[in-house]
């Protein structure tokens, strides 16, 4: 069956320091996968996403960026974090187009 | 750029009171998906709707696709305590790209 890891699932961050999250699934192949983030008590927010191999496309220009080095890896970066950056991130995968996506434990990031 | 708009924003019923939660799209959808997300998890796949019209129940849940196919509701009847949560309906454009843009969401308080 198809799982999905992410992790850490809480960080805290000085201001200014860089960032890496990831996330990886496993038993698919060749999967859809996205950046959310999502603001204390708000809706999700797509950052990015992707469909293969170093394809990645990006919804909110930001100082955020992701790379997919592998299938079924997908990691969120920053050189330079922001207090604007807290949040929870949550990394998500779909088979394809008009199929349902499954969400990672998501991390939860606060930049103070 | 495509929004999806979810009305109310909050939902505070007495345990057995019926709740709906109403979505909006600024553009016609392929699919719509609605997802439900407890406090401090991650949003979970409910169900996806394809046709214009279409209605699908699961158990208390009733979803429906308007006919235009730009806006959805999700109807619970008899509100258990589980039901607390976050619902979000999520649109699946008509277009060549393959993401999924999130309504923002209706957070639904169930007072026992």
């Known amino acids: 069956s198809q799982t999905i890891h992410q992790w850490p699932a809480t960080l805290v961050q000085p201001v200014g320091s860089p960032l890496s999250l990831e996330c990886t699934v496993e038993?698919?192949?060749?999967?859809?996968l996205y950046w959310y983030r999502q603001a204390a008590g708000r809706g999700l927010q797509l950052l990015f996403y992707?469909?293969?191999?170093?394809?990645i496309s990006s919804e909110v220009p930001q100082n955020l960026s992701a790379s997919r080095p592998q299938d079924r890896q997908f990691i969120l970066s920053s050189k330079k974090l922001l207090l604007s950056d807290s949040g929870f991130y949550l990394c998500?995968?779909?088979?394809?187009?008009?199929?349902?996506?499954?969400f990672g434990q998501g991390t939860r990031l606060t930049v103070v | 750029g495509q929004q999806v708009m979810q009305i109310p924003q909050y939902q505070h019923v007495q345990e057995g009171e019926d709740f709906t939660t109403y979505c909006n799209s600024s553009t016609t959808l392929s699919n719509i998906q609605w997802y439900k997300q407890r406090p401090g998890g991650h949003p979970v796949f409910l169900i996806q709707?394809?046709?214009?019209?279409e209605v699908k129940k699961q158990k208390r849940l009733t979803f429906q696709f308007g006919e235009a196919k730009k806006n959805s509701s999700l109807h619970i009847t008899a509100t258990q305590t589980t039901d607390v949560g976050t619902y979000f309906c999520a649109g699946i454009h008509s277009g060549g790209y393959q993401k999924v843009t999130f309504g923002t969401g209706t957070k639904l308080q169930v007072i026992p």
């Open positions: 709707l394809v046709k214009s019209g």
């Open positions: 992707s469909v293969g191999i170093g394809q």
């Open positions: 038993g698919t192949s060749n999967p859809n």
């Open positions: 998500a995968w779909s088979t394809g187009k008009y199929t349902e996506a499954f």
